[in-house]
């Protein structure tokens, strides 16, 4: 018995490589990578949260190609992956999505160091047995706005490699597959 | 001290989906992907191997953009991470990059099951200490040839889930992330 874990992917409000806070556009291949990770690593729902109306049609569209059309008769494993997707106008839909305010639990995220994260290790035990369902936010650009994070339960600690070598920009698509990894790997 | 670890991404010899030996296409983002995870993870080389001369100027021009374009003037973390980039025709020539070939181990990756893998726990304790460098080799498509597996000098075991979800379709931009930091991570 393992909590209910989903996963959101936030194209606002998020990072800029100024600090400002800004709308990222809608990656391809961001659909897919976490949507296959996510699928991989038992995750019930993976949220692509969009303000804007034409990036989540677009979101749908790919969605429904690989769910419904061609895409999915061809790769039939893709179909699989791209059925958790659901696309959202902002991540408190994707919450409300899965639970009354109170009943789910929202981690966060980050690259940079801000708070006290929790280890990936805790975050991992945390998840074992009965609770609330978590719903883990990862942002696009260089990473939630600090309100994002501010307003979560829990924030995740960065991934580090175990010698320093001094360098954390990794992709969301390498973040996310290695969180999960460390979160419900074997 | 550690061994010296370099990777490759291979487009040929790899397998489509009816498993025929075929050459993919470069994505772009897997250029970009894997360099960020192997700085991240130190790694020394990143190779990109690809036989035909009109992908491998591609692969290039990417580069060279980033690294002494405007791109890397845009953002200078980037640059960093291409600088890995090592443009070669077959995995012979990567191999050869870093040593005589009795001097340089071949590791591979299959998310499929060939032969006796490595786990990866043990694969994380050979790289300790001294000893030959380690070229860690990932296909696109549906991953490496046989002939490419027969002749490694060791196959890792794919990556898992903890608990079983059948599903073993990660990109290898998370597949990559994933074995790094299983290898190097924290």
Same mark, same amino acid.
């Given at each position: 018995m393992t909590r209910r874990l989903a996963i959101a992917l936030v194209h606002h409000p998020v990072l800029d490589a100024r600090r400002s806070i800004v709308t990222t556009a809608v990656t391809n291949l961001d659909v897919h990578d976490l949507a296959r990770s996510a699928r991989t690593y038992g995750v019930s729902d993976y949220f692509i949260v969009h303000p804007i109306t034409a990036q989540r049609e677009l979101v749908q569209r790919i969605c429904d190609h690989w769910r419904d059309g061609a895409g999915g008769k061809r790769i039939p494993d893709r179909k699989l992956a791209l059925e958790l997707v659901r696309v959202v106008t902002s991540l408190a839909d994707a919450r409300d999505a899965l639970g009354a305010p109170g009943d789910v639990e929202v981690w966060v995220t980050a690259a940079r160091s801000v708070g006290t994260p929790v280890t990936l290790a805790e975050a991992r035990a945390r &998840?074992?047995?009965?609770g609330r369902p978590v719903l883990l936010v990862f942002g696009t650009?260089?990473?939630?706005?600090d309100e994002v994070i501010l307003a979560a339960d829990a924030l995740l600690e960065p991934v580090r490699a175990r010698?320093?070598?001094?360098?954390?920009? &990794?992709s969301v698509r390498a973040a996310c597959a290695i969180v999960l990894d460390r979160l419900r790997g074997a």
């Open positions: &998840l074992e047995g009965d650009g260089w990473g939630l706005a010698d320093a070598t001094g360098y954390n920009h &990794l």
